[in-house]
């Protein structure tokens, strides 16, 4: 009968201990995931911040900028492939925010961000026809919808008299 008993209670001690390990274990991957979604944030701000560094340290790619802008057609072939590759980088960590909040690991408002956000980046008429590249070769995925909608409000934005953002970039360029 003894032995009965110790067995049982050990039995209890056992299962309880297996469901004190198991609740650990999802409070730890509970804290990882948010430790990996703080990662994706910050990794998001940090390019943003990067560009904005290069942007304001290169007056060359101001200038760029407002050329593509202000006068496409007198874009050469090096500073077409330039801005390309400009535009690539704002369209892979664009691809990359949609991606993270598509799998729940970007907050919503960062996501809400990126997207009125990148309207800015592909306001050219030659942004626009590498964006439409760039759909071409990813057929199905909604991001280049959200692209051309951004782009729809802040061209509409910049055509408003009262906003002045082409004396923007040429105050930038100054």
């Not at 998001?44 to 304001?56: D, T």
């Not at 801005?83 to 809400?112: C, K, Q, S």
Request: overall charge negative.
């Amino acid at each position: 009968m003894n032995s009965d008993l110790i067995t049982k209670w050990s039995a209890i001690v056992t299962n309880l201990a297996v469901v004190i390990g198991l609740v650990f274990v999802a409070l730890e991957f509970r804290n990882t995931t948010r430790a990996i979604q703080a990662e994706r944030v910050n990794s998001n701000a940090e390019f943003y911040h990067n560009i904005n560094i290069a942007i304001l340290q290169d007056k060359e790619l101001v200038a760029l900028r407002y050329k593509a802008n202000t006068d496409p057609g007198s874009l050469s072939d090096t500073e077409i492939l330039r801005y390309t590759a400009y535009l690539d980088l704002h369209y892979g960590n664009f691809l990359n925010i949609y991606r993270n909040n598509r799998d729940g690991l970007v907050p919503e408002e960062d996501w809400e961000y990126a997207k009125a956000s990148i309207g800015w980046a592909f306001f050219s008429e030659p942004a626009m026809d590498y964006a439409e590249i760039l759909e071409a070769s990813n057929m199905g995925s909604p991001v280049h919808s959200f692209i051309k909608h951004s782009v729809r409000i802040a061209r509409a934005y910049c055509n408003d008299p009262d906003n002045r953002c082409v004396k923007r970039y040429e105050k930038q360029r100054n």
